[in-house]
């Protein structure tokens, strides 16, 4: 079983501060560009893989998706979910993503936001997301950008004679678990190389649409100044596919 | 028109010291993944965008490629390909990868090693390849990895306290020119992030069939410890893909 940080309750505490729980979608840097790799969600039924406190799923069906069902690992995060959703064509459940069962054929979307970055068996996950749309359905989905995650020691260094800030590299090339220290200590995060990423899904019979590592535009800037080092690096991973 | 690096006399004289210029193909650490990418070569005709020396084409011709046009922009390269090659189905021309004029369909595998990096205008090269080839056809190609190519100062950086080796990013979201001395002063690359890569691909019809971060295997290592630092942070990017 995946490990469970979200019903950590220090962890649940500080994620439940972040402006993307508390703001939802419009409190993520990334999610314009999210929203722009959607199809439109019209009469679509949605799998949500690691839906939080649910935000996507309302949204959703608010867009006028005919069905969201939304999985997350953590009891806290789907008691929220609930309490917080009225609509009844969203319904939720507690899944383990390395275990995933789905019925098949079954969503016309799968989507996932910076949760499978939490997961050890990619391909067993793309294989039975794959299963689970039907032809043409697309996985639109977010993770820790690689370059982020990579790191022994991920975070800034700023060099003392020039002042130039940088984001130190080490480990790209070996993959596997990542120990950090976010919100609680020992996250455990999965680190995979892009091209693996990509090659997983190409594997399972997914064609690649597009692939964005989210970077502000210069309207971002003007009206983010903070976030200029979202240039220097890239914190985000987007990826578009189709089955 | 691109610069002409490769004609700088320094340049070229650092440049065919290396290995890689020696030794041929053999001489190149990314060579066996690259080459595991690759069709059969049996009775095609392949393009090769970058030619140099032509090690790749007269490899081609012995693999039993129907027929290798080599292009290049710099004559010295061309030069001496045509001086090192005999085989009769092997030529070679002088060409701006900047402005390709490429026959129609004409081709079943697009092939360049360590090139594209030098384009500014990767959109229009990766047209004229779509054009240039046949239904199915493939375009294989290296670049230097964008994580390679992205800092304003790139190099290792080693932190005093520590003794950690890392390689310093900034920059990775500011795609555009990156000059560096690299055997001559004032050598002008590319970057782009990943992404683009992969998205101009894509946007021009292609399906991307595999993404790989070179880094060396364990046997690797093994008969070349001195490779260990390339699991740190990738030199070079693989790219297969088809028309």
Redesign the interface.
């Known amino acids: 079983m995946a490990q469970n940080i979200y019903d950590d309750p220090g962890f649940f505490a500080g994620y439940s501060r972040l402006p993307r729980s508390v703001e939802g979608l419009d409190g993520a840097a990334e999610w314009p560009a999210v929203r722009a790799l959607l199809p439109d969600l019209a009469g679509l039924r949605i799998l949500d893989l690691g839906c939080g406190f649910g935000w996507f799923a309302r949204w959703a069906a608010t867009a006028g998706a005919r069905q969201v069902l939304g999985l997350d690992l953590s009891h806290s995060m789907i008691a929220r979910a609930r309490r917080d959703t009225s609509a009844p064509n969203v319904t939720y459940a507690i899944a383990d993503l390395e275990r995933p069962e789905l019925p098949a054929a079954a969503f016309d979307l799968a989507y996932s936001s910076l949760a499978l970055h939490y997961v050890a068996d990619f391909a067993g996950l793309v294989a039975a997301v794959h299963r689970a749309l039907v032809p043409g359905g697309r996985f639109v989905f977010t993770i820790e950008h690689p370059?982020y995650m990579a790191?022994?020691?991920p975070g800034w260094?700023t060099d003392a004679a020039t002042g130039?800030?940088?984001?130190?590299?080490?480990?790209?090339?070996?993959e596997g678990p990542r120990r950090t220290d976010w919100l609680a200590e020992g996250v455990i995060k999965q680190h995979r190389?892009?091209?693996t990423t990509?090659?997983t899904l190409?594997g399972a019979g997914f064609?690649?649409?597009?692939?964005?590592?989210w970077?502000?535009s210069d309207a971002d800037l003007a009206a983010h100044p903070d976030w200029a080092e979202?240039?220097?690096?890239?914190m985000f991973l987007l990826v578009a596919a189709e089955r």
Chains 1, 2 share one sequence.
């Open positions: 370059i790191p022994s020691a260094a130039r800030r940088t984001w130190p590299i080490d480990g790209y090339g070996i190389m892009l091209g990509l090659n190409i064609a690649i649409r597009h692939v964005e590592e970077s502000p979202e240039r220097e690096r890239p």
